[in-house]
């Protein structure tokens, strides 16, 4: 459907005009939105035994934080020092952040000790190199549970690198006695659970609840985290889950496993929090056809978001504008020199040069993948805060993009 659209009273037309384009803007509102419904339908059922956790590798600008910080997103899930360093700028304390890097280095793990930041391991390996320090962690689980909207974001079963299987038992008691503290589990089954993968969803926090009553001797349990995943809308035939309902199975589960000890459940969201906030506004510069395909060839592409290619992943695309001409069936392109650098296969539009088409859903997973392939430039970030645009990001320059090159 194309119509006149704006982000909160604002034209993708003035807003490229204002600061070019391709650019990218998150409406502030739906990100308060997002956080104050999940952190609701969390405490509808957990009161205050359950935190969430934003896994900021979904967006890590740090306004993007402070906003979540500010609207009842109690901590941070990190995966690699620099995250951790943009959460505890944005305000989080340490023991509100989790360490969730895999296959870390020395130099990490000695970081994440020194800030003392909440460790969540993944290998048995990496556990020994904690012995040494007697550390507290967390460990993370692959309980052959695996969900996902690709392969490549699908975390249990035998074919992820991720998480410690519990053919491991012997070895987790073993590295227990010689004084590393495990103080919680984690379980990350996969990203964009939508209604349809509840069973074996609820499935997977059931193997995860057994393994920290039943499974496995853990005497310092404080912790319970159920990973992150929820999904949303990216079509139409979709459907989400409804979190109130969600939440409510797993409060069931947890209360039928955890009758003594009550480890306080951490869940960490990434694209439920940001993803609907965030719009890539690119301009169309030339519209190709050949003998099969149309293609409207723009100035943004699979450097800005990489999702389509990487993953198939469809991105709905709209013009700014109501247009007066006929709708008709093309391939939205960008200007990066791969074949694959396609934004949306067959679709209805009405388009002409110049026009500024809107790629929605594009807060999570969007910049932050990103790329300077073809050393093209990162587009500019943009804050819709009370109807007024606010640079959060500037544009990149050539500068920026050689400033580490040594010339010889
Ligand atoms: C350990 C962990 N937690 C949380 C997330 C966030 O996932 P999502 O953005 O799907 O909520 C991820 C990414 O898939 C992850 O790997
Ligand atoms: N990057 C993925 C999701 C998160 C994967 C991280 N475990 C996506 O764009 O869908």
């Known amino acids: 459907m194309d119509s006149n659209f704006t982000i909160q009273n604002l034209t993708p037309k003035s807003l490229v005009q204002e600061f070019g384009s391709p650019l990218y803007v998150y409406d502030e509102e739906i990100i308060k939105r997002q956080c104050q419904t999940i952190t609701t339908a969390l405490k509808n059922s957990f009161d205050q035994g359950a935190k969430v956790l934003y896994a900021c590798k979904a967006n890590t600008n740090p306004n993007v934080l402070k906003i979540m910080k500010s609207n009842g997103v109690h901590g941070i899930d990190a995966v690699s020092p620099n995250e951790v360093e943009v959460a505890l700028q944005a305000g989080f304390l340490n023991n509100q952040i989790t360490f969730t890097a895999n296959y870390m280095t020395k130099e990490e793990i000695d970081y994440a000790i020194q800030k003392g930041v909440i460790l969540n391991v993944g290998e048995i390996d990496t556990l020994k190199k904690l012995i040494a320090?007697?550390?507290?962690?967390?460990?993370?689980?692959?309980?052959?549970?695996?969900?996902?909207h690709h392969n490549h974001v699908n975390t249990g079963g035998n074919d992820s690198k991720f998480g410690i299987n519990l053919m491991w038992k012997e070895q987790l008691s073993e590295i227990q006695k010689q004084g590393v503290k495990i103080i919680g589990l984690h379980q990350h089954m996969g990203s964009k659970i939508m209604k349809k993968d509840h069973d074996s969803y609820l499935l997977g926090i059931e193997k995860l609840f057994q393994a920290a009553t039943q499974e496995l001797e853990l005497p310092y349990l404080k912790y319970i985290d159920i990973g992150g995943g929820f999904g949303v809308k990216y079509q139409d035939y979709e459907e989400t889950s409804d979190l109130n309902l969600l939440f409510s199975e797993i409060k069931k589960l947890y209360d039928k496993y955890f009758i003594n000890v009550k480890p306080m459940l951490f869940i960490e969201p990434g694209r439920y929090l940001i993803a609907?906030?965030?719009?890539?506004?690119?301009?169309?510069?030339?519209?190709?056809?050949?003998?099969s395909r149309t293609f409207v060839g723009t100035d943004s592409g699979m450097h800005h978001l990489i999702r389509p290619a990487l993953y198939e992943s469809y991105h709905e695309i709209i013009n700014s504008e109501e247009k007066q001409v006929e709708s008709r069936l093309v391939t939205v392109c960008g200007n990066i020199c791969e074949s694959g650098d396609l934004l949306g296969v067959d679709r209805n539009l009405k388009v002409e040069v110049n026009d500024v088409l809107v790629i929605q859903n594009g807060g999570a997973y969007g910049f932050s993948m990103s790329s300077n392939y073809n050393l093209r430039e990162r587009p500019a970030e943009i804050l819709v805060?009370?109807?007024?645009?606010?640079?959060?990001r500037k544009r990149e320059t050539l500068d920026y993009l050689l400033a580490n090159v040594v010339i010889l």
């Open 133 to 148: 320090h007697k550390a507290e962690v967390i460990i993370r689980l692959n309980l052959d549970v695996g969900i996902g």
């Open 276 to 291: 609907e906030s965030g719009y890539l506004l690119c301009t169309v510069q030339a519209i190709n056809t050949n003998k």
């Open 385 to 392: 805060r009370d109807s007024k645009p606010y640079i959060i």
